[in-house]
């Protein structure tokens, strides 16, 4: 089974994502002068980086499986994550990956002639990629988790001082 829409490849996805999280940036520092400036409401800040936070994760597990499916290995699949942390450097790194073909292909669903393609890993990624409901919802519920662990602990200004 493969994705045939080419709004739901790697690459449209990643791009989608990587842009997304530029935009989000933006309106983080948008806010921050905002308040800083004209003293806008705690409130605006709250929501706009929430909705950053979560594209913020969104971005790091999207990035996470389109590495794994075009095979970036581990450096460039860090690279990408970590990128996400500066601001606005997903967007340049995205065309990177697009200029120089890093982005090319669908989905693996099936296996080929690879040896990569016979180990648990692979066939445990191809299951997934070829039903993208129970992909998407896993997707959804780690980032959720991941979100809400995150509210839990607080904003990093809050944290116990180390002694």
């Known amino acids: 089974m493969t994705v045939k829409n080419s ?7 990643f791009l989608g994502f990587a842009l997304s999280e530029g935009v989000t940036w933006a309106l983080l520092i948008s806010g921050l002068i905002i308040k800083a400036t004209i003293g806008a409401p705690q409130q605006l800040l709250t929501v706009v980086g ?10 790091a597990v999207t990035a996470s499986v389109v590495g794994v499916n075009q095979r970036w290995g581990i450096l460039r699949t860090v690279t990408a994550v970590a990128l996400a942390i500066v601001p606005f ?11 120089d073909g890093f982005l090319l292909g669908s989905w693996r669903t099936e296996a080929n002639d690879d040896p990569r393609d016979s180990n648990w890993f692979d066939r445990l990624f ?4 070829a039903r993208p409901t129970i992909l998407i919802g896993s997707m959804i519920f780690v980032v959720i988790a991941i979100f809400g662990a995150l509210l839990l602990i607080g904003p990093p200004g809050g944290w116990p001082k180390a002694e």
Request: proline share 6%.
């Open 7 to 13: 709004r739901f490849q790697p690459r449209s996805i």
């Open 50 to 59: 929430g909705i950053h936070g979560a594209v913020f994760l969104g971005y």
């Open 89 to 99: 450097a997903t967007v340049p790194f995205e065309r990177h990956l697009d200029r």
């Open 126 to 129: 191809r299951w997934f990629i």
